[in-house]
């Protein structure tokens, strides 16, 4: 009970304080935000890229096809090689006749003049379905494919989609280098505005002292404060980012560009983030606090 | 019953300047002792040493069963809690009402809701103030501040109530207000109380006892001794 009496004047203490040095808080809590903005868009990007190349991996096939003088024992020695190669996830067979008959089955036309085809006249070739487990990778693998004897032609996506993962990629590290500094610019804010309050509250602390409140006690309020400030700065970023993404979610409806590149739907996906960024808010703003009191209120 | 022991005190400050020369004193419960001395004599030095704001350089403080010489700094707040303390500026929360000021040393170590009300106001009524309690500090007179001070100090029932020049800053008649309060405190409420003080007309009036102080040495101590006895050879 006592604990909670002490919980609770704390963080009124600490909600006082806040406002009552308005100004500086305003510039701590501004730089938090900013901050959180930045992880909040780099984060939603990032899980979003690793949501669409995921869902992408599973539709990228690259068909092998195969020389038409290839044997039977020809294929089984193509389809050994690629299997050999580390990049393999799935591989499998696919006849000229299966493929005749797709295009049989897709087309009226296709139907009319391939139906009058022999199985000797078939122009279309063998061929492998292949998919690879690292898409970023796929490039590489194609050109192995088309060392392997009687291999004739090897077709897959246009490169756009690992061109989009590799942009996406590089974009994501400059991210983090800008949120690592940002982070550290706020948490010397921090301490600063922590160190200001702690100044301007000299005569309170030592009274306190005096009459017999416990260390604890004292610098609770000011390690609250920080947790203040970072919860205050990050009303705006999950404000911005729960109605922001459900705006963007809508307004391409679901897709971005093309169907291939499908968005998180932002139920329950937002909470996860916000509650993210609420975290981390709270936790830069109790790094600054607590370093502050480690710093300037010496006991 | 022994409230205060000191024994071999010496306090030598970082500077070099040795304000205390082996002390020995002993004081007991519901006592009313006055320090006098000159300026520089230590009396200040030997107040701080009994609330661990100071620590001796060498000697044993006994307080109540506490060797406060030995006290880890994280512990003071338990010594400090068992104590009250008034200074010569009053030290008290200008934005801040005279209730709140009291309050203040109740909520600040925990104490609930309802008992801080009863006590603040048994304690601003022992000083006489209970029809100011909605004043701000710049709204008293010294005296009525001190008062203050005084209620802040007592309002947790301490055994031992250190005043250091209380009345320093007071003309008479506001001196003689403080000193009845802090006779009303000691007689009523039986607490200790140690004042250092400069003040003549105040130690001759109360015929309390007097602990002289010069150079560091404790020089003379005397039951319901008088200030004017010891004018002549201590300054
Ligand atoms: N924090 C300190 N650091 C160094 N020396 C100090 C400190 N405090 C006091 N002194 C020295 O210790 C001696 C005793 O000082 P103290 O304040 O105890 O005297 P006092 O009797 O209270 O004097 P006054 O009547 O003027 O208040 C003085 O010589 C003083 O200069
Ligand atoms: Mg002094």
């Not at chain 1, 989609?161 to 590089?170: D, K, N, P, R, Y």
């Not at chain 2, 309050?103 to 600040?108: Q, S, T």
């Not at chain 2, 010294?142 to 800053?169: F, H, K, M, S």
């Not at chain 2, 006779?183 to 200790?192: P, Q, V």
Request: glycine share 6%; charged share 25%; proline share 2%.
């Amino acid at each position: 009970m006592k604990f909670f009496r002490m919980l609770f004047r704390s963080i009124r203490d600490a909600f006082k304080s806040v406002f009552r040095n308005f100004s500086l808080s305003m510039a701590s809590i501004s730089c938090i935000t900013i901050t959180l903005i930045i992880v909040a868009v780099s984060l939603i990007a990032s899980l979003n890229v690793d949501h669409f190349t995921e869902v992408i991996k599973q539709d990228v096939t690259m068909v092998v096809f195969i020389e038409n003088d290839a044997t039977e024992s020809d294929l089984a020695k193509v389809k050994s090689a690629i299997e050999r190669l580390d990049n393999i996830e799935e591989i499998t067979f696919k006849s000229k006749e299966e493929s005749k008959q797709e295009m049989m089955d897709s087309d009226e036309i296709f139907k009319q003049t391939m139906g009058e085809w022999d199985i000797k006249d078939n122009p279309l070739r063998d061929s492998y379905l292949v998919k690879v487990t690292k898409l970023e990778k796929i490039d590489s693998t194609v050109e192995e494919i088309k060392k392997i004897d009687k291999v004739a032609v090897v077709s897959y996506g246009e490169g756009t989609v690992e061109q989009l993962v590799g942009t996406f990629s590089i974009i994501e590290k400059i991210a983090y280098g800008i949120v690592i500094a940002l982070v550290i610019v706020t948490v010397f804010l921090i301490i600063n505005t922590i160190k200001l309050t702690i100044f301007s509250r000299k005569r309170e602390i030592s009274i306190m002292r005096l009459v017999g409140a416990s260390n604890f006690s004292i610098k609770l309020p000011f390690v609250i404060e920080g947790m203040v400030l970072g919860l205050l700065g990050s009303i705006l970023p999950v404000l911005g980012l729960t109605y922001g993404y459900v705006a963007f979610y809508n307004y391409f409806k679901g897709n971005l560009f093309s169907p291939l590149i499908q968005l998180i739907k932002p139920e329950p996906f937002i909470f996860y983030v916000a509650g993210v960024i609420i975290l981390l808010g709270i936790i830069v703003g109790t790094i600054g606090s607590y370093h502050a009191v480690r710093r300037y209120l010496k006991v | 019953m022994e409230l205060i022991r000191l024994k071999d005190v010496t306090k030598q400050y970082k500077n070099g300047v040795t304000a205390i020369y082996d002390m020995n004193l002993k004081i007991k419960k519901g006592d009313f002792v006055f320090v006098i001395g000159g300026s520089g004599s230590g009396k200040s030095t030997l107040i701080k040493m009994l609330y661990r704001e100071e620590k001796p350089t060498r000697g044993e403080i006994i307080l109540g069963g506490l060797n406060v010489a030995k006290l880890r700094n994280r512990k003071v707040y338990k010594l400090r809690r068992k104590l009250g303390i008034v200074f010569q500026d009053y030290r008290l929360l200008p934005k801040s009402t005279v209730y709140e000021n009291v309050a203040f040393a109740l909520e600040v170590i925990g104490t609930k809701g309802d008992v801080i009300k009863m006590k603040t106001l048994q304690a601003l009524e022992l000083v006489g103030l209970k029809g100011k309690i909605r004043n701000y500090p710049d709204q008293l007179s010294g005296g009525e501040q001190q008062r203050v001070a005084i209620a802040r100090a007592i309002v947790n029932n301490p055994r031992l109530l250190l005043c250091d020049e209380p009345t320093g800053n007071l003309d008479p008649t506001m001196s003689m207000e403080i000193m009845k309060v802090l006779e009303d405190i000691n007689k009523t409420l039986g607490t200790t109380i140690i004042m250092a003080t400069h003040d003549k007309e105040i130690v001759n009036k109360m015929k309390k006892r007097v602990v002289v102080l010069k150079e560091g040495r404790l020089i003379s101590d005397y039951e319901k001794g008088t200030y004017a006895k010891e004018a002549a050879n201590s300054f």
